[in-house]
């Protein structure tokens, strides 16, 4: 990495209530002298009615990359970006469930705008000065590609953040060789990435909304019979009395008993992760006391608690402690995006908050500050929890981001997107369309950062449907096969600020061709995956320079594009890896030993194993068909070693 640090700039009178003010201890400190690349002296402000404005100037070849989770866009060059939460994004304007005003450039530096308002920013636009005429001095444009081709302006123009409301502006800047070591930057700013708990890297099933107790044991008990790995049963809406608001209170017709529930559960070495949403009912035991310190707009007839402040978090926080203390390892905090496409609900953009927060500033801040309060009450438990909204500096929060999109591409790009900004998102499976569909998605979820089965509105198991189990069955004994390399990926996020799951474009970022490669990413240093949808029979793959090996066939592959079809998920090892695969366990336990099988590929190499036990990080490496190994830990085992 070139520097480590970050530039701080401060344009006109910034605002009080921005992220910065809620956020996680930095990890990175302010950066010595001035930066190399980001063109600090030719930026432009300018105090509008509006708000304000900064413009900066990027060069011809520069592309952009970034703003959160972005389901429908990759490379952001000539585009305008609203960052607005939306829970159906509909299409590439920016809207997310977790925008994020944070981009990086292909020119080395990335900015972190420090706003709650739904900025937008203008990635390329020509600005009206002379030299810019001259070139645009082409002539009438008759032609439809021709047209096009000059709406996406050579030469210099500018990068323009546009913030309503605001007076003024800090902005952050990083610098980097490659996109992942400006995000690095970016992610220790914000705390460092998060580290979950092994077990929370297995799998999460989420039931039927309607089952009680004893339906989601008996179908907990059966994946244990059938040897289905999983770790984690999600309960949906129907554990509450209320939901839509919600009550946070055990429904006494479908869970009569808790807590004998939750420990029949954890006999079976299953965690508990509840549904809710912020919203409270006005039956929930929390209503009263939460009421002044929550927003003057309610949403489904529930109160909006301001989780900015100490009371709205001790309170709600407080009661959520009780649900912790039953043995309830997560929960699922749904409905925080709100929504401009799908029936408006939500709280309005003029809400006022008691905190003074605005209505559009809290939606950018809700599921950030509601991360918080949960993860506060949590205190030292362990959690990979699911989160609908996030946003600026959110990386060190446990929580993995969903949508009730379904489209396979997009959850692909999502794989892409989400880790330019700090965020990390799971392509849940729900239903699907055909066998086909639902293994294609299935497949993309092992390699994930979380694996989810949403079966939230499903009669039975997805696989049941298509007589899928064994497919299935092999597909999560994968997943538990990859948790070692998962969870060391997961460390590297936590300790450099590395994300586990990112774009190809992001280590190899001057390789022209990855630069629209948004249905492939980089899972972990070592691995690239590409998968393939339902309908398509073959599809292709481009390997950056360097040595490669197909993870199924072993064979060589060498850099370039490829058209590849096969059942399985195109998956592709670097040369020099030495990829640790556990044999699979039906669930991760406390005192659980992987038994590793180290796949050795090229001449020589090596890896490393973060082990949670003993809180150490083991060096390993291969050479000649010699493998140096430190010897066994509390974590892991060497059983096998095979060199290809
Ligand atoms: C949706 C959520 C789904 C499911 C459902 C239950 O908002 O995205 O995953 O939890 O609520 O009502």
């Known amino acids: 990495m070139e520097t480590e640090g970050y530039y701080f700039y401060r344009f006109g009178e910034p605002e009080t209530l921005t992220p910065t003010k809620f956020a996680p201890p930095r990890k ?34 520069e592309e952009i990359y970034g703003f959160g ?16 939460p939306n829970a159906d994004p509909v299409a590439n304007s920016g809207d997310s469930h977790a925008p994020v005003p944070f981009l990086v450039s292909t020119g080395g530096y ?8 739904y900025a937008e920013i203008s990635c390329g636009v ?44 800090d902005l952050y800047v990083f610098e980097g060789q490659t996109i992942t070591d400006i995000v690095a930057q970016y992610n220790l700013f914000s705390g460092g990435g998060c580290l979950p708990p092994y077990w929370g890297l297995g799998i999460l099933y989420r039931c039927n909304a309607g089952w009680s107790a004893g339906d989601i044991l ?48 954890q006999r079976e070495h299953f965690h508990v992760n509840l549904w809710e949403h912020a919203f409270t009912h006005p039956e929930s035991p929390i209503h009263d006391a939460l009421r002044p310190y929550s927003g003057d707009y ?42 401009d496409y799908t029936g408006s609900w939500s709280f309005p953009n003029s809400t006022l908050f008691p905190s003074g927060l605005e209505g559009d500033q809290m939606h950018s801040l809700f599921g950030t500050l509601y991360m918080q309060t949960l993860m506060e009450a949590l205190g030292a438990q362990g959690t990979l929890s699911e989160v609908r909204n996030a946003g600026a500096l959110a990386a060190s929060y446990p929580f993995v981001l ?21 965020l990390l998102w799971a392509p849940e499976v729900r239903d699907a369309a055909s066998k086909e569909d639902l293994i294609r998605r299935v497949q993309s979820v092992i390699f994930s950062p979380q694996a989810i089965i949403n079966a939230w509105y499903c009669g039975q198991a997805p696989w049941v449907d298509w007589d899928a189990k064994a497919e299935i069955q092999r597909l999560f004994q994968l997943r538990m096969q990859l948790l070692p390399y998962l969870y060391t990926a997961f460390y590297r996020y936590a300790t450099e600020g590395v994300a586990p799951v990112r774009a190809v474009v992001s280590d190899y970022t001057y390789d022209r061709e990855v630069r629209g490669i948004d249905d492939a990413y980089l899972f972990g240093d070592a691995m690239l995956v590409a998968p393939l949808l339902a309908g398509q029979k073959e599809r292709k793959v481009y390997l950056p320079a360097g040595e490669w090996y197909d993870f199924w066939t072993k064979e060589k592959v060498a850099a370039g594009w490829h058209t590849v079809a096969t059942e399985n998920i195109p998956v592709y090892v670097k040369s020099g890896t030495m990829l640790p695969l556990a044999k699979p366990v039906p669930f991760v336990g406390d005192e659980t030993v992987f038994a590793l099988r180290f796949e050795c590929y090229g001449p020589a190499g090596g890896c490393r194993l973060a082990d949670d036990i003993e809180e150490r990080l083991l060096e390993v490496s291969f050479e000649c068909g010699k493998v140096n190994w430190p010897g066994d830990s509390k974590r892991y085992h060497c059983e096998e070693v095979e060199f290809f």
């Open 28 to 61: 990175v400190q302010p950066a010595e002298g001035a930066p190399a690349k980001f063109p600090a002296n030719a930026c432009g402000f300018t105090l509008l009615k509006r708000g304000c404005r900064v413009q900066i100037p990027i060069g011809p070849e």
């Open 218 to 265: 008996q179908f907990a008990k059966g994946l244990r019979e059938d040897a289905i790995p999983c770790d984690t049963i999600g309960l949906e809406p129907g554990w509450h009395t209320r939901s839509y608001s919600c009550s946070f209170v055990w429904s006494p017709e479908r869970f009569p008993d808790p807590e004998g529930f939750l420990r029949e559960m």
């Open 402 to 422: 969903y949508s009730d999109l379904y489209a396979h591409s997009d959850f692909i790009r999502g794989l892409c997107t989400a880790g330019f900004s700090g």
């Open 126 to 169: 020509q600005r009206n000065d002379a030299a810019v005429a001259k070139q645009a001095d082409q002539g009438v444009m008759t032609d439809v590609n021709e047209l096009y081709r000059i709406r996406e302006a050579v030469g210099v123009s500018d990068l323009i953040l546009d913030i309503p409301a605001a007076k003024g502006i």
């Open 69 to 84: 989770l972005q389901l429908k866009g990759f490379a952001c060059r000539g585009q305008k970006k609203a960052l607005r």
């Open 298 to 339: 309610l949403v489904w007839g529930g109160l909006v608690p301001d989780f900015s402040l100490r009371e709205a978090r001790e309170i709600f926080g407080g009661h959520h402690k009780q649900l912790i203390a039953q043995g309830v390892s997560g929960f699922k905090l749904d409905e925080c995006d709100g929504s």
């Open 110 to 117: 990335g900015i972190f705008i420090d706003t709650a308002r």
